[in-house]
């Protein structure tokens, strides 16, 4: 079974920074292009970010280039996202997703969530 | 950035009823390689989305036949044949064809 858990949200200041964590199981973590996507509350969906399968290519929505960065550890079946700069409008779930049959940046949907991790940025 | 426009916003069914919502892009979602990346989303109160339905009209594994896709270009469609109580919750379509991956705002099904 396919399980992804999200980790690492929290309460944060203001210009603060996190990182959140993706631990994957039930399929061959390698070989899978990875996304996040965050939901702000009582709002829609939005593409963050997302990450090939050796970690060498990584694509980002043009507003949070510069201060979000996707990783990714394989031997570790993990994905992450550091968020700097933090801001109120960052507040959100992010969730991360499997990528099925994307091809880079486009194509493809997301075939299994997982819970979602909440940030709160506030003072 | 293509836009997704959802309507309508809420659609209160009764049981066993259909329910229908539609999804406009901005530009045409056909891509290069001839396929159409949209996809549709279900989003049950406090879950995560679930993928319901890719390229248009591709059921996605487990998903009950009651639900289907449809549409063309800008124009795209999800149909719930008979509406369950289980079938309570925000749906959303989102296009792949262009970068960067977008949503609808989403359409609220609940029961009358």
């Known amino acids: 079974e396919v399980q992804l858990v999200e980790s690492g949200g929290g309460l944060v200041q203001p210009g603060g920074s996190l990182r959140l964590s993706c631990a994957a199981s039930?399929?061959?973590?390698?070989?899978?292009?990875m996304s996040w996507v965050r939901q702000a509350p009582g709002k829609g969906l939005e593409w963050v970010a997302n990450?090939?399968?050796?970690?060498?290519?990584?694509y980002y929505v043009d507003s949070m280039k510069g201060r979000f960065t996707i990783s990714r550890d394989n031997a570790e079946n993990s994905l992450y996202l550091q968020v700097n700069s933090l801001r109120a409008e960052d507040t959100a779930v992010y969730y991360c997703?499997?990528?099925?049959?994307?091809?880079?940046?486009?194509?493809?949907?997301?075939?299994?969530w997982g819970q979602g991790t909440l940030v709160t940025v506030s003072s | 950035d293509i836009v997704m426009t959802q309507t309508p916003l809420s659609s209160p069914v009764t049981l066993g009823q259909p329910a229908s919502i539609s999804c406009r892009s901005s530009?045409?979602?056909?891509?290069?390689?001839?396929?159409?990346?949209l996809s549709w989303f279900q989003q049950r109160p406090g879950q995560p989305p679930r993928l319901l339905i890719y390229?248009?009209?591709n059921r996605f594994s487990g998903v009950p036949d009651r639900f289907s896709g449809s549409g063309a270009g800008t124009d795209f469609t999800l149909k719930i044949s008979r509406v369950e109580a289980e079938d309570v919750g925000v749906y959303y379509c989102?296009?792949?064809?262009?970068?960067?991956?977008?949503f609808g705002q989403g359409t609220k099904v609940e029961i009358k």
């Open positions: 997703a499997r990528e099925r049959g994307g091809r880079g940046a486009v194509a493809g949907t997301f075939d299994y």
């Open positions: 530009q045409s979602l056909v891509h290069s390689d001839g396929n159409t990346y």
């Open positions: 039930g399929f061959t973590f390698s070989s899978y292009w």
């Open positions: 390229k248009i009209s």
């Open positions: 990450i090939n399968q050796d970690g060498s290519e990584k």
């Open positions: 989102m296009q792949a064809t262009q970068f960067p991956r977008t």
